[in-house]
């Protein structure tokens, strides 16, 4: 018993001590003597008071253990919750870093496509120059926007991404345009300085009275000069054809088809291909001809049209 309790427990001193207060008890039984229990009421007083600071100290003790179990039972909770925004943190790093990548992929593919069709355009351009002489150096202006790195970026990334949609459109096109553009019959079937006696459209019947339709036009040149062809293609006759005499026909395809008439020598036979410039035959004064020239005539998906401005376009 700690020194603290005994002496709470101790007897009582002064006037308790001088007249206690005693619960006697006296226990009777048949044949044997009686026995008296006395009970000091102030000790007894002590031990129910000291009893009630056991239950409390009990009963603080229990509830303070309850408490802390509900507080880690809390401190568990908070930490449950923390760990899954931690993995949510790190799933949605790992996405970031996925897109990261896949954005990283895509600029690479796009990248790789770029330069595929620089590759294609460049062979693209290099036909062209091929095909017809470039002026070098023209002229060029326009007013000049000024463009910050930040928009030059954002631009960038539309252009890329509308570059990326329209890029498999866009090659396909260009190639057909660059084809129509290399198949179109341009300039002279006469080298050097040309000599037209008799333009497109309605003129004096050259061999009577009255007016006609001349659906081409003539070149006034000495008999034996060399025709050229104005485009490549494919002929499609070549021989004597009645009033047009010795002809070659050229289908150039994308519609149009050029012919060259009055030809006292055909160079070439049905079939052939011919490229632009090639010598098709010499000219003559053979079929319905007043005198020796060439008569050159366009036709544009069955039309004839006026070789003018494809004369002057080289
Ligand atoms: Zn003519």
Redesign the pocket.
Known sequence: MPGWLRDYLRKPEGRAARHPHYLEIMVARTGQPARTFRINLDTLKKAGQALGVVFLVWFGGTFYVAYLHVSSMEAIARAEQQAAKIAQLESSNIRLAEEKQSMGQYVFNLNARVEELAVRVHGMVNRAQAEFPVEANRPQGGVAIPVSSANADEMMRKEFSLFDENIDNLLPELETTLAREFARPVGSPIAGGIDIS?RYGVRSNPFGNGHEF?N?I?FIVDRGTPVLATGPGRVEAAGYDGPNGNRAVIDHGFGYRSVY?HLSKVHVKAGDPVERGQVVGLSGNTGRSSGPHL?YTLYYRGQTINPARYVKAN
């Open positions: 008799s001349h081409g003539d008439a008569h």
